[in-house]
């Protein structure tokens, strides 16, 4: 009898089904396979926030309560009940953290708003529950899941557009409302009022040799400072600050049965408390130091400026913020000054600060301020600049001279930085005067402005309000570099200052008998003065530094062996050596070492010792002062106490 397709048809399917049966009945229901350590440990560790899905603790949850196949259909029913059986009691308050993780899976898949801010208050209950006796083991992985779940809940929970909205009003929440009330008062720092909140954990920072994020709850915020209408600061404009963003329910319980939550919004600096109390408890904050100042610099626009301010002077009278700080202003901070080389900016300081803000004893003790100056003008000129700059800060921030430590002060200089802050603490008489003109000021043929522009450029004292002062590759018998044919051939595009100009002409027209400087054509150039042999580094370098100024040098050296012949790729050893200082350290680097860690290490070491000075001086403190970090330190270079969180 024939066969039919149909028949055909028939037995092909029927065969394949029994292969397949066939093939089932041989696969055991249960595999395991070697993955490798790394595979393995991802698994394990995966989470919500770190792998876009939902942690083994969470999906064991969701099987034990039977909504496996409902949180797929129907996320909105699922939570709903888990939160009405965490309520209850049916689900053990341990497992909020994971409750509030299937929120936040939720949030980002369309829940949105009220779903991270009801993930926050989740993992606050998992944390903080009302029994102290309760509180988990920090050690937990789950632990420090809550810390981040809530951390990034409440960043996504109040994002409005690209910053995070730190506002009064009422949130809607899965089962209720969250009524926030802002504490007004933290948002004040130091008289300025915080604004514009832009979140920082979720940025990628490059160029930094290291990176400081210090483990914590609350979300890390870089803010806007309002300027002081009275300019009673030297803060700069343009900074972010580090701020920490804190949901704190009001209620022990964060859930109750009404389902209106109450809570505040409190707003902490980065620069003041780094740990806040709850329920009895010291609990650090999280802070991205690294992550806001790299937001900072990638703002600014001083980048392109720096080949700029080496050819156009800006002058006295066009004169810019010069001074700034990256903190408002505290009594009792020591400030440490740092003047840029030539060619550059304060940009170049950016490694240096990174690492020493985030040194414990340093952060507590110091403040950190950036002078900024056109790096072609005349070296006299521009460390007149930086002494006035410097003067007129002190008297603004403390003109009642209540502060010490605004006049135990340090200077850093890097370069033709270090040129001028030599001239900060020098007491010249009238050795520079000598340079200019044969005869005494008051009897030059000059305009009354100009006499008093002479009189401040050429006639100075040491600042009696700088103590340590820290020379960095400085040329103090001058650089090869400057006094080469190239060098001078590109400084005769150098446009000098219009005060500095019209200063020139008078004394050089009007007073041909008296001018010093034979064949003088137009306004020296800061590579003329830093030219070997030139009267000005002659001079400045010939000048003592005052008694009670303690001098360190650090000396960049581009080759191995004995540093003497030797040079930076731009200054020889030999000139940047001087008698007179407390210690000399010499680093095998080329001439821009700002950011090698030897460098940065021994500006760490002069600071401490600095300070320790400072306090044996004042007897402000008995002993060693605990820092207000809660232990916070860096390996490396410090030793972590037992216990302290460690940067990562």
């Known amino acids: 009898m024939a066969r039919t397709p149909c028949a055909a048809k028939a037995r092909c399917t029927g065969g394949l089904l029994a292969s397949v049966l066939v093939v089932a009945a041989c696969t055991p229901p249960i595999q395991v396979h070697r993955v490798g350590m790394r595979a393995a440990l991802t698994q394990a560790q995966s989470n919500v926030l770190t792998s876009g899905t939902l942690s083994r603790r969470s999906r064991n949850l969701l099987y034990d309560r039977d909504l496996v196949s409902r949180y797929k259909q129907d996320p909105v029913g699922a939570l709903a009940v888990l939160h009405a059986d965490l309520l209850a009691g049916r689900i053990h308050r341990d497992n909020a953290v994971l409750v509030g993780e299937i929120a936040f899976d939720h949030a980002t898949h369309g829940g949105g708003s009220p779903y991270y801010l009801a993930s926050a208050l989740y993992a606050w209950q998992f944390l903080f529950p009302p029994d102290p006796k309760q509180r988990p083991d920090r050690f937990t992985p789950r632990t420090r899941m809550a810390c981040d779940l809530y951390n990034r809940s409440i960043t996504q929970g109040l994002m409005r557009g690209q910053n995070v909205a730190l506002e009064d009003g009422a949130y ?9 009330t802002v504490d007004q008062a933290t948002l004040q720092w130091s008289g300025h009022q915080l604004y514009d909140f832009y979140p920082v954990a979720d940025l990628e920072v490059k160029g930094f040799d290291t990176y400081y994020r210090w483990p914590g709850i609350g979300a890390p915020l870089a803010a806007h400072v309002v300027p002081d209408e009275r300019d009673a600061d030297i803060l700069a404009r343009r900074a972010r600050v580090p701020v920490t963003a804190v949901l704190r329910p009001v209620n022990l319980s964060p859930f109750p049965p009404d389902g209106n939550v109450r809570a505040t919004i409190e707003a902490y600096p980065g620069y003041g408390d780094e740990t806040i109390e709850v329920s009895g408890e010291e609990v650090p904050l999280e802070a991205e130091p690294t992550a806001t100042f790299g937001l900072t610099l990638a703002e600014t626009s001083l980048w392109k400026r720096e080949f700029a301010g080496f050819l156009q002077g800006m002058g006295v009278v066009e004169e810019r913020a010069r001074l700034v700080a990256t903190r408002p202003y505290r009594p009792g901070l020591i400030p440490v000054v740092f003047v840029h080389g030539t060619g550059s900016s304060a940009m170049r300081w950016a490694q240096m600060y990174n690492e020493l803000d ?25 460390a007149m600049l930086l002494r006035e700059s410097l003067q007129n800060a002190v008297k603004k921030l403390d003109p009642e001279g209540r502060d010490p430590a605004l006049r135990d002060m340090v200077v850093i200089g890097h370069s033709q930085g270090g040129l001028l802050t030599k001239a900060m603490v020098v007491d010249p008489g009238d050795a520079f005067w000598r340079n200019i003109s044969k005869k005494p000021i008051d009897e030059l043929n000059v305009s009354a402005d100009m006499r008093e522009l002479l009189r401040r450029v050429a006639f100075f004292q040491a600042l009696p309000f700088v103590r340590t002062v820290v020379f960095i590759s400085t040329p103090h018998r001058g650089s090869y570099v400057a006094g080469s044919w190239l060098a001078h051939q590109l400084a005769r595009l150098i446009s000098a200052p219009l005060d500095v100009t019209r200063v020139v002409t008078e004394v050089t027209t009007l007073n041909k008998d008296a001018v010093a400087v034979e064949g003088l054509r137009g306004a020296p150039t800061a590579v003329d003065n830093m030219t070997p042999g030139n009267p000005f580094v002659k001079t400045l370098s010939q000048l003592p530094i005052v008694p009670d100024v303690t001098a360190h040098s650090i000396i960049s050296v581009d080759a191995e062996g004995p540093p003497e012949g030797k040079n930076d790729g731009v200054v020889e050893y030999d000139s940047a ?49 605990a820092p207000r970090t809660g232990g916070r330190a860096r390996p490396g270079r410090h030793d972590t106490p037992v216990g302290a969180p460690s940067p990562s």
């Open 172 to 180: 809607p929440l899965p089962f209720g409302t969250l009524d926030v």
């Open 358 to 382: 985030n040194d414990p004893r340093i952060h507590d003790h110091y403040q950190f301020w950036f002078f900024s100056y056109e790096t072609g003008n005349p070296i006299i000129y521009s």
């Open 577 to 625: 050596h001087i008698d007179g200082v407390e210690s000399e350290l010499v680093v095998r680097s080329p001439h821009s070492c700002q950011s090698n860690p030897n460098t940065i290490g021994e500006v760490e070491r002069i600071l401490d010792e600095h300070l320790d000075n400072y306090l044996a001086r004042t007897k402000s403190r008995a002993v060693e002062p």
